[in-house]
């Protein structure tokens, strides 16, 4: 076996056992999602075992290397710090090439980390929310078998938490949206291969938020709302076979900017 089989191995291994603990013994699974769970932890294991021959690679450990060194130095880690929040969070890079660009590219790249951090939790049976016994108007939040303050279901925090996910789809659609067009509007290059490239993973995106974006809906459409729900997994789990293999794998690499 490969040192990068293996890693992926040793870290899915990790992940089932944290999913095994974090759910209560599988307990608090959603049978509706284990479609999302298989699919995520397969996904997983591929993008470790690409991770690990990544960053085993000579070129790539070296700079594996300076970024650990960076981050173990405080007069360095604070500089390691502010490159990571330009060039990850704030993408500033983009910025320079077009406004427009960026904009989008912030509402994608935000829009779907939002996404995962929401429905990983929920997939995972990390997270669920249950009514608070002593008064039916009120939600919690249960995180990891931990119960969270109560909230009133008709409240600002319990309309956010209700609908992060769709903001976050909305986010994703217009960023995907806005993206293809620019590449479709000329601005992209030409090259049959190139141009699959670059605008697979983006149709990819657009598909999984706006089914999503379906399912509230036609929530009061049980038929619509059973091929929207079915749209949406097979969605997810062809973006999710993709994420190792595709333009998207650039997760793995972009930290190197560091």
């Known amino acids: 076996m490969s040192a990068a089989a293996r890693d992926a191995a040793l870290a899915s291994a990790l992940l089932a056992a944290a999913v095994y603990v974090g759910s209560g013994g599988l307990a608090h699974l959603d049978p509706a999602l284990l479609g999302y769970l298989g699919a995520t932890l397969a ?32 007069a360095r880690l ?76 008709d409240g600002a925090l319990a309309w956010l938490a209700f609908h992060a996910l769709t903001l976050s789809g909305v986010a994703v659609a217009l960023g ?28 990819l995106l657009l598909a999984v938020a706006l089914s999503g974006l379906a399912l509230p809906a036609t929530r009061h459409a049980p038929r619509l709302f059973d091929l929207a729900a079915a749209a949406h997994e097979a969605a997810v789990i062809a973006l999710l076979a993709a994420l190792p293999f595709s333009k998207l794998h650039h997760v793995l690499v972009r930290p190197l900017q560091v």
């Open 176 to 203: 995907a949206a806005l993206l293809l067009a620019l590449r479709l509007g000329g601005r992209a290059p030409h090259a049959s291969g190139s141009a699959a490239f670059h605008l697979a993973p983006l149709l």
């Open 78 to 153: 604070g500089r390691a710090l502010v490159a990571a929040g330009d060039a990850l969070v704030a993408q500033r890079f983009v910025a320079r090439r077009s406004r427009v660009r960026w904009a989008a590219h912030l509402l994608l790249s935000l829009g779907t980390l939002a996404s995962f951090a929401i429905t990983l939790p929920l997939v995972f049976g990390w997270l669920r929310f249950v009514a608070a016994g002593e008064a039916p108007a009120r939600y919690r939040a249960v995180v990891l078998g931990v119960p969270t303050p109560s909230f009133a279901v």
């Open 43 to 74: 996904a997983f294991a591929a993008i470790a075992y690409r991770a690990s021959a990544f960053w085993r690679r000579r070129p790539s450990a070296f700079y594996a290397r300076a970024l650990a060194q960076a981050l173990r130095e405080p």
